[in-house]
T-cell receptor, first 110, second 116 residues
């Protein structure tokens, strides 16, 4: 089955700096890669996603890149703000299943 | 439009007891799934369904049963609760995994289960 590895597990950045979270996947048939943000005690919420036929997607301060050849994708957050502090999960969709990474706890220090 | 509704929000069970976690969605989503979330282990797939009458196992199905008699409902049953099933459980749904423009999950609010 699909295996998704996510790094780092924790990340601290100063407010205004950029944050990058990286994921790799194992199943070359996976074709959809969403990212979820989970605030403490809340449900995960979809923040951005990318399909396998696209190399990069941007939404305001958030961007995702995908390298199909290397089987890795990354989340980039620019100009971080305290409200960006949360746990971020990457995921990969294979045949009928979505597999998640273990999550990255991002702390933005004011 | 309530989205994905999960009940209960909290539950304490004794070892050996059974219970059902309820999940309902009103978005006409074909695909529904159950995940458990444990510290340091992310979200692990328990069972999923691609449509009414169709269910299949995920990564960690042992000790759990599901059924999908309607498009809207996807209950998760714990047959004989064990302390290892202490976790936060999330139900999630999406339109489809095989077509359309909207693949992303909508999650329920979660159920925090403690087995003593």
């Amino acid at each position: 089955g699909e295996n998704v590895e996510q790094h780092p597990s924790t990340l601290s950045v100063q407010e205004g700096d950029s944050a990058v979270i990286k994921c790799t996947y194992s199943d070359s048939a996976s074709n959809y890669f969403p990212w979820y943000k989970q605030e403490l005690g809340k449900r995960p919420q979809l923040i951005i996603d990318i399909r396998s036929n696209v190399g990069e997607k941007k939404d305001q301060r958030i961007a995702v890149t995908l390298n199909k050849t290397a089987k890795h994708f990354s989340l980039h957050i620019t100009e971080t703000q305290p409200e960006d502090s949360a746990v971020y999960f990457c995921a990969a969709r294979g045949y009928q299943k979505v597999t998640f990474g273990i999550g990255t706890k991002l702390q933005v220090i004011p | 439009n309530a989205g994905v509704t999960q009940t209960p929000k909290f539950q304490v069970l004794k070892t050996g007891q059974s219970m059902t976690l309820q999940c309902a969605q009103d978005m006409n989503h074909e695909y529904m799934s159950w995940y458990r979330q444990d510290p340091g282990m992310g979200l692990r797939l328990i069972h999923y369904s691609v449509g009414a009458g169709i269910t299949d196992q995920g990564e960690v199905p042992n000790g759990y049963n599901v059924s999908r008699s309607t498009t809207e409902d996807f209950p998760l049953r714990l047959l004989s609760a064990a302390p290892s099933q202490t976790s936060v459980y999330f139900c999630a749904s999406s339109y489809s995994l095989t077509g359309g423009d909207n693949y992303g999950y909508t999650f329920g609010s979660g159920t925090r289960l403690t087995v003593v």
